[in-house]
């Protein structure tokens, strides 16, 4: 059982960075999909960022060249670096694993993931 904790979540000014952290525990590096989503008030959650089991990685249209996921293997840390951050990007952000599995493509549908974390709020302003 995978469990997802985010932190590094805050206000900044239009223009600034933040990045995200997701510790995981009950998780094998290499064998999970995992990925970033958000969700702003009043609208559906969204996928930003994925990475497949083979360190592949999709955006959505909305964050490209801006963000970027990576995984720190020692310690099993997931990371989402924001720059160049616009009001529209506020919203609740979540990282996400899947099942346990020997090969995953890199997915920005819900559906593909098991595991959540609790969520960590990004302010842009």
């Known amino acids: 059982h995978v469990q997802l904790v985010e932190s590094g979540g805050g206000s900044v000014q239009a223009g600034g960075s933040l990045r995200l952290s997701c510790t995981a525990s009950?998780?094998?590096?290499?064998?999970?999909?995992v990925g970033w989503f958000r969700q702003a008030p009043g609208k559906e959650r969204e996928g930003v960022a994925g990475a497949g089991s083979d360190g592949a990685t999709v955006y959505a249209d909305s964050v490209k060249g801006r963000f970027t996921i990576s995984q720190y293997n020692r310690g099993n840390t997931l990371y989402l670096q924001m720059d160049s951050l616009k009001p529209e990007d506020t919203a609740m952000y979540y990282c996400?694993?899947?099942?346990?599995?020997?090969?995953?493509?890199?997915?920005?549908?819900?559906?593909?993931?098991?595991?959540w974390g609790q969520g960590t709020q990004v302010t842009v302003s």
């Open positions: 996400a694993a899947s099942s346990r599995t020997w090969s995953c493509l890199a997915s920005l549908a819900s559906v593909s993931y098991r595991f």
């Open positions: 009950g998780y094998t590096y290499g064998r999970h999909c």
